[in-house]
């Protein structure tokens, strides 16, 4: 993929329900690209239905083009269905919010998201970008995903969001080798203050994984005994939906502890 394609299709990822519109400044000085770049760069995306301007306001949002390319992918590939029934008994089975995410380029998207009726619960966004290194979700994914982009991954800058989290490559690396063994991951407060996160991955026809299951409490609530029996639930939920999507599960996951869970 060439720079400028690249560059242009990233600024897709600064819309997000929390900001469903954005000026052309504001794109500007988040993407760091200088105003005309982003200009003509969303005039070309507009002409093809992936953004469109609000007559008044100017400001840009997601275009119709975006449901139609979803539509034609949902239709062909009925993943949505599955991940939602799977999060409703995901989030049912453990009292927690349960979520979904997949591999989409270089980046971890959150594709679904099941509350939890807690007053006291984690919360998420629909289409949420996830850190790889960051978050159980990620790590989970990252440790099952084909060499390169482990190395493209622990070769770039690791933001440190909390004081928890972790931007080591090396000490980073021991987590993949340990959660391959494992089969799942943990992420304790490494994203988000008071956020525990356990995920397992989720699989295609190849064998790498694609995404990943996952269920996101308050940190605080996290005992022992309720991290076992959580951790239970998010693999059987991934191996389902694995199973249901038509994956495969790798040699490297049938020798992990989760296969046998």
């Known amino acids: 993929m060439s720079s400028t394609v690249a560059k242009a299709i990233a600024l897709l990822d600064y819309f997000s329900e929390e900001d469903p519109m954005i000026g052309l400044s504001d794109l500007a000085r988040r993407s760091k690209i200088d105003k005309a770049t982003v200009h003509r760069m969303m005039n070309v995306m507009a002409d093809a239905g992936l953004v469109e301007q609000h007559a008044d306001s100017k400001l840009y949002r997601l275009g119709a083009g975006i449901i139609r390319m979803a539509r034609i992918r ?45 007053s006291s619960r984690v919360s998420l966004e629909a289409g949420q970008l996830l850190s790889f290194t960051g978050t159980a979700s990620g790590l989970a994914a990252l440790a099952f995903s084909d060499l390169a982009s482990i190395d493209r991954v622990l070769g770039a800058d690791i933001e440190k969001v909390t004081q928890k989290t972790i931007t080591d490559p090396a000490k980073i690396q021991w987590q993949i080798s340990a959660i391959k063994s494992d089969g799942f991951a943990y992420a304790n407060q490494t994203f988000e203050d008071d956020v525990y996160g356990i995920a397992s991955p989720i699989f295609d026809e190849t064998g790498f994984a694609v995404g990943s299951m996952a269920v996101a409490s308050p940190a605080h609530r996290m005992t022992d005994e309720k991290r076992l029996q959580t951790t239970a639930f998010v693999v059987q939920s991934a191996k389902d939906v694995t199973a249901k999507l038509g994956g495969k599960f790798p040699a490297s996951y049938k020798r992990s502890k989760a296969f046998t869970l």
């Open 74 to 118: 949902e239709t062909c590939f009925p993943v949505t269905a599955i991940i939602d029934e799977a999060l409703e008994s995901l989030m049912e089975n453990t009292g927690e919010t349960s979520h979904a995410s997949m591999i989409s380029g270089r980046a971890l998207g959150t594709i679904g998201i099941c509350d939890s009726h807690k």
